[in-house]
């Protein structure tokens, strides 16, 4: 595995040297006989004939039988052919059917399936004549724990371990079983057994590899920080490869350790080529299934669930991801229906009851405090937990702790689901409770810390993450969060009335005091706009670049410990984390970027989280105060005729499970647009009185029933109707360049060369490659039957500058243009050519001809700027530049440009407020700090005006006129001494500055 700064464990996984032997094999049969006593598990009881001394079958005609199938049986079960492979172990002769290698294979056939109960019949039936036949016992015990039954599996794996101390399946299950029922002291030393196995033996059977694997991954369970868990990477499954490139479980074992550690990159890969060998492998796809489910790829998940219950109906990994899909899909009864499939397979499945305890959680609401108490109490003390169920989720703990009376893994899944859910102090108590019942596990304690950073704790978090790395150093996320815990705990912390800013010193000073102004600035009327007032301060957190990481990596990793996600700014709803703008990467406004995130605040914790997703980022989206960017409008332009739009129960899956970047775009888009609905439908008011019913607990349609006297399905078909009105109302769609792939443009010519639009295309295509010959001849032909075509003249027009003949090339286009009607193209691409040859009023004059067919589009405001700027018209440019301020909001130039035109007019309050609104977008243009404080001398602000000449200053450190000024304003506060030492310090670097010294002889008369 690769390293870097942020993205990879601290310690990666890399070959290691051999496993060392482990020791206590003794203590672990007296645990092992004690709980078999008690109906619990079977012993490893070791009898004093190991494996080696076993006798070897003489030949025999069923042996012949079996040494010439085997082959293409296993082949068959390896490439998925399960039903061939079962067919050809039927055909054998009794005797051959009866031998333990085809037995075995026989029931996997039938397993992968989905017959578990034919796969069981084979093994019984088999050790009826063969009883006490390991191999046979120990497939027996793996099919009657994967059935959930725990006593049965306990008794066949004392026969097993009677027959033969050293067979790999029983050890396997042996260890699986202890550690399900709460025994994992016991399960860790029976998992050492694989260790001393592989350290004599040195297996080279691919099959053998993989089971040591398995049996290692077990002891890592306990012991991730061994090297072990490098031993299962690149040893045991790359040489089980080398003994048989078809063992396609080598994949899946690697490719699933990796997943687990979060290493996307590598592991899915290892899943694919498994696939790739194995096409009906359902582990497979299962897992498939479960990392797209985690990545909210709906679509994909559903694929994949559907693919592997193809081929094993059965498959519980594949149930319940199914169960997860039906119930976010707004269908509880099937997701029930499935979870009872899944008890019948299974009754002891920990995935089956943490889903009902999730389900009972969200149907029936959280357990009273004084519940849950008596619940985690009586867990910790080791009391039944029956007499307490109350509610469905205490009845599903119950059922859980029955099993496993330390129930780590179950609380650790049912505390994901209530996190993911916003449910932080449930989650927490989930966590904490299994950390206490489980030292060994080192997943909860993990999930403990990254919440810990989630909700804004950062000395606990540290000791809790540390802890967790200790436990296990492979985690992705946990690695990368303790760097970014370090990062932060290196940074000044700047605390205002209501915040606190943390910041990189060296490189944000500016940024920290300008964003703490502001968001003081905003507080009293957004506390009074939503309503409601932090309990405690707000925590934002700037990341620069720094350790060679980019700002965007930290900032990725401070959300969810991984190098990339696809915003600027985010909430947790408990803290602030922005990719800072100053880093270089990409400007923004992060004005308005703190203000969208400070409303996810206000409203989540307002609403006790209660508030969907959707909802939140609509008000936020509203407290921007801008217009809908074109893309929306272009979205809206293409999918509200089409009818593919997200409702109300479905538009959080836009945000959690977009597809795609336009996606994205349109659920905050529609999102804006339900408020915009609700307000012009109930009033400006109205948008309050949902976050009121959302803040009482209410569900989006009891709060449209109560509140508005409406249902749903009435409220959503007024909001299509709502969305035809506002696409209706949209001017002036500007195309973009149609497809010019070559060789689909080629192709649909050859089979329509009469077609203009098509020969247009295609000669778009040529040009666009530099086939200039072809481009020509194809764009002539269009021209000749419909002078003017756009897009031919087009073409022409191309081919002309590239010839250098910009006149030929203005004629094509002028001869093109219609100026009733102007093709979107054509009209810049002139304009583009009036602004090229200096010919600025003909530029000015196509951009607003273009502007009254799309007024929003801000292409063409910036075109028409540099014409006016380039042509000195600065009346005719100064309202251009206020609409393209409101336009495009992260455009700093423009802002600045109004102000310098204003300071040159002496408009000192318009110089102001565009000087402010340009550093809101770059906080480090000492220029713009200079247009600010002279505008506020002007308007008789000297100390703000010191102040701003300060920021300048630390902008351009170098420029002593900054200095200078500072001091000038400082003294013209009536902070003359403070001036006085702002020269001083400055003639100290630069000791023969003359204004310096002028200024300090004149303030110290």
């Not at 008596?374 to 039944?384: C, G, I």
């Amino acid at each position: 595995m690769r390293s870097s700064a942020v993205i990879e464990p601290t310690r990666p996984l890399c070959r290691c040297g051999g496993m060392s032997r482990p020791q206590g094999s003794s203590r672990i049969r007296m645990w092992l006989a004690a709980l078999l006593t008690m109906g619990v598990l079977g012993v490893a009881a070791r009898s004093s004939r190991g494996q080696e001394e076993t006798d070897k079958p003489a030949e025999t005609p069923a042996v012949g039988a079996v040494t010439e199938s085997l082959p293409a049986i296993r082949e068959h079960f390896q490439k998925g052919r399960y039903a061939e492979g079962a067919e050809a172990c039927a055909e054998l002769p009794a005797a051959a059917r009866q031998t333990p290698e085809i037995v075995v294979l026989w029931s996997q056939c039938l397993e992968e399936q989905g017959d578990l109960a034919g796969a069981v019949q084979q093994v019984t039936d088999a050790l009826a004549t063969q009883p006490g036949q390991s191999v046979l016992l120990g497939r027996l015990a793996e099919l009657q724990y994967r059935r959930g039954e725990f006593t049965e599996c306990a008794a066949t794996l004392e026969q097993a371990f009677q027959a033969d101390p050293e067979e790999l399946r029983s050890r396997i299950v042996q260890v699986s079983l202890l550690r399900d029922t709460g025994h994992e002291e016991e399960a860790e030393e029976a998992s050492r057994w694989f260790i001393g196995y592989y350290n004599r033996r040195q297996p080279e059977e691919a099959e053998v590899l993989v089971g040591v694997a398995r049996g290692v991954e077990l002891f890592a369970l306990w012991n991730p920080k061994s090297q072990n868990l490098n031993m299962i990477i690149n040893t045991l499954c790359p040489d089980a490869l080398k003994a048989d490139r078809q063992h396609w479980q080598a994949h899946e074992l690697a490719g699933s350790l990796l997943l687990e550690k979060y290493n996307k990159a590598q592991g899915l890969p290892e899943l694919k080529k498994g696939l790739a060998l194995n096409p009906q492998a359902t582990s497979l796809y299962a897992k498939l299934a479960e990392v797209a489910w985690e990545e909210r790829d709906l679509a994909e998940t559903r694929q994949m669930v559907t693919r592997a219950l193809e081929i094993n109906p059965n498959s519980i990994p594949a149930l319940l991801v199914r169960s997860d899909l039906e119930r976010e899909g707004g269908d509880p009864i099937k997701s029930r229906e499935t979870l009872a499939t899944i008890e019948k397979l299974n009754p002891k499945s920990v995935g089956l009851w943490s889903r009902r305890a999730v389900a009972s959680l969200f149907d029936e609401g959280f357990p009273p405090d004084s519940e849950l108490d008596t619940l985690l109490t009586r867990l910790q003390k080791q009391q039944p937990l029956a007499d307490g169920a109350q509610s469905g989720f205490s009845r599903a703990l119950a059922a859980a702790a029955a099993v496993n009376p330390r129930p780590a893994q179950f609380l650790a899944e049912v505390g994901k689901q209530a996190e993911a859910k916003f449910k932080f102090d449930f989650a927490e108590r989930c966590y904490r409770t299994a950390t206490q019942l489980s030292q060994r596990q080192p997943e909860p304690r993990s999930a403990l810390g990254l919440l810990a950073m989630r909700t804004g704790r950062l000395a606990e978090a540290r000791e809790i993450l540390d802890q967790a790395f200790e436990s296990d150093p492979f985690h992705v996320r946990v690695s990368n969060m303790r760097k970014v815990v370090k990062l932060l705990e290196g940074y000044e912390t700047l605390e205002t009335d209501h915040f606190l800013i943390r910041y990189d010193s060296a490189a944000d000073r500016v940024l920290a005091r300008y964003l703490a102004d502001y968001l003081e600035s905003v507080y009293p009327a957004m506390v009074a706009e939503y309503g409601h007032a932090p309990a405690q301060k707000t925590q934002f957190e700037l990341f620069h670049k720094a350790k060679g990481v980019s700002a965007h990596s930290w900032f990725s990793a401070r959300l969810v410990g991984l190098p990339w996600i696809q915003t600027i700014g985010a909430s947790t709803g408990m803290i602030v984390a922005l990719s800072s703008p100053t880093a270089g990467e990409k400007q923004y406004n992060w004005a308005r970027v703190a203000k969208h995130e400070f409303v996810h605040i206000l409203t989540l914790q307002g609403t006790r989280f209660n508030i969907p997703h959707w909802y939140t980022e609509a008000l936020a989206v509203l407290a921007e105060e801008t217009p809908r960017p074109e893309l929306w409008n272009e979205l809206l332009r293409e999918r509200v005729p089409a009818g593919k739009l997200l409702n109300l129960d479905t538009i959080n899956e836009g945000f959690t499970r977009a597809k795609n970047q336009r996606d994205w775009n349109f659920a905050y888009c529609q999102s804006r647009l339900y408020a915009e609905y609700l307000q012009q439908r109930f009033g400006a008011e109205a948008t309050h009185r949902l976050l009121e019913g959302y803040r009482q607990g209410m569900s989006t349609t009891q709060a449209l029933r109560q509140l508005f006297q409406v249902e749903q399905a009435e409220f959503e078909q007024g909001y299509r109707e709502f969305l035809n009105q506002v696409v209706a109302q949209l001017q002036g769609e500007i195309p973009e360049e149609p497809e010019t792939h070559l060789p689909t443009a080629e192709k649909a010519y050859r089979a329509q060369p009469d077609n203009i639009a098509v020969a247009a295309r295609y000669a778009l295509a040529l040009s666009n490659v530099n086939k200039r010959k072809e481009a020509r001849k194809v764009a002539q032909g269009v021209l000749e039957k419909q002078p003017r075509h756009p897009e031919a003249s087009l073409v022409m027009a191309r081919l002309a500058l590239r010839a250098e003949d910009t006149s030929e090339a203005g004629r094509w286009l002028d001869e093109a243009l219609d100026r009733e009607h102007p093709d979107a193209r054509i009209l810049e691409s002139r304009a583009r050519l009036h602004l090229e040859e200096k010919e600025y009023q003909a530029a000015a004059e196509l951009y607003e001809l273009g502007l009254k067919q799309a007024p929003s589009h801000v292409a063409w405001q910036k075109g028409l700027a540099t014409a006016l700027l380039r042509g000195r018209e600065y009346d005719r440019l100064k309202p251009v530049l206020e609409q393209l301020a409101i336009s495009d909001g992260d455009d700093a130039l423009v802002r600045r440009k109004r102000a310098e035109l204003a300071l040159n007019e002496q408009d000192y309050a318009t110089a102001r407020k565009y000087a402010e609104l340009s550093l809101q977008v770059d906080v480090m243009h000492a220029e713009t700090h200079e247009i600010l404080a002279r505008s506020l001398q002007q308007l008789g602000e000297p100390a703000t005006a010191a102040r701003e000449w300060g920021m300048a200053a630390e902008c351009q450190p170098k420029e002593p006129k900054y200095r200078v000024e500072q001091a000038r304003a400082l003294s013209q506060s009536g902070r003359k001494d403070e001036g006085v030492n702002v020269l001083r310090e400055l003639l100290k670097t630069m000791p023969g500055h003359a204004p310096a010294q002028q200024l300090l002889e004149e303030l110290s008369k």
